[in-house]
Antibody, heavy 119, light 108 residues
Framework: EVQLVESGGGLVKPGGSLRVSCAAS????????MNWVRQAPGKGLEWVSS????????HYADSVKGRFTISRDNAKNSLYLQMNSLRAEDTAVYYC????????????WGQGTLVTVSS | EIVMTQSPATLSVSPGERATLSCRAS??????LAWYQQKPGQAPRLLIY???TRATGIPARFSGSGSGTEFTLTISSLQSEDFAVYYC??????????FGQGTKLEIK
């Protein structure tokens, strides 16, 4: 089955760090660009970061630049998001999402993992 | 940054009727526009890409149109499972994707 499964969410204090992961299965993970997209409670979707298939190209939203780091391990079919200096406004469900091959739309999404930043 | 604006914020339609959702870009995105459906507690699901191409498994009652800055998602005959939140996304400014704020489609 083609799927993405996120893990690693939880409660963290402001200023703290957390790493969320995304495990891919059922498709050739190493061929696809990947993304993190987040959704604050009751709000819309916000793109966070993208990484190309071989990690050559990496981009971040201004809201997380300098604090978050995206990475991937194609041998392990896994995507990661290291989040440092967390703020209350980073509280959200974090989704990993795969691009359609060579495209900009997101055609496969995980179920999301909730990150709560609170004291 | 390309700002995507969706209207209306909430749309009330009866089952079996047609729903028309709008999305406007702050600058031209050509045909680089996708639509997603999200139901409560679920991840978004790709419906339409390239403005008008249905994703795999998406019923023909969903159609997309437009170009440049004005786009429309039409659901020709609403089924109960279609009531959800719909988001547009531009990928013209790859990979600095931006989404609209969403339109909630509710049962009238």
């Amino acid at each position: 089955e083609v799927q993405l499964v996120e893990s690693g969410g939880g409660l963290v204090k402001p200023g703290g760090s957390l790493r969320v992961s995304c495990a891919a299965s059922g498709f050739t993970f190493s061929s696809y660009s990947m993304n993190w997209v987040r959704q604050a409670p009751g709000k819309g979707l916000e793109w966070v970061s993208s990484i190309s298939s071989s990690s050559t190209y990496i981009h971040y939203a201004d809201s997380v630049k300098g604090r978050f780091t995206i990475s991937r391990d194609n041998a392990k079919n896994s995507l990661y998001l290291q989040m440092n200096s967390l703020r209350a406004e980073d509280t959200a469900v974090y989704y990993c999402a795969a691009n359609g091959y060579g495209s900009g739309w997101l055609n496969l999404w995980g179920q999301g993992t909730l990150v709560t930043v609170s004291s | 940054e390309i700002v995507m604006t969706q209207s209306p914020a909430t749309l009330s339609v009866s089952p079996g009727e047609r729903a028309t959702l709008s999305c406007r870009a702050s600058q031209s995105v050509s045909s680089n526009l996708a639509w997603y459906q999200q139901k409560p507690g679920q991840a978004p699901r790709l419906l339409i890409y390239g403005t008008s191409t249905r994703a795999t498994g998406i019923p023909a009652r969903f159609s997309g149109s437009g170009s440049g800055t004005e786009f429309t998602l039409t659901i020709s005959s609403l089924q109960s499972e279609d009531f959800a939140v719909y988001y547009c996304q531009q990928y013209s400014n790859w990979p600095l994707y931006t989404f609209g704020q969403g339109t909630k489609l509710e049962i009238k």
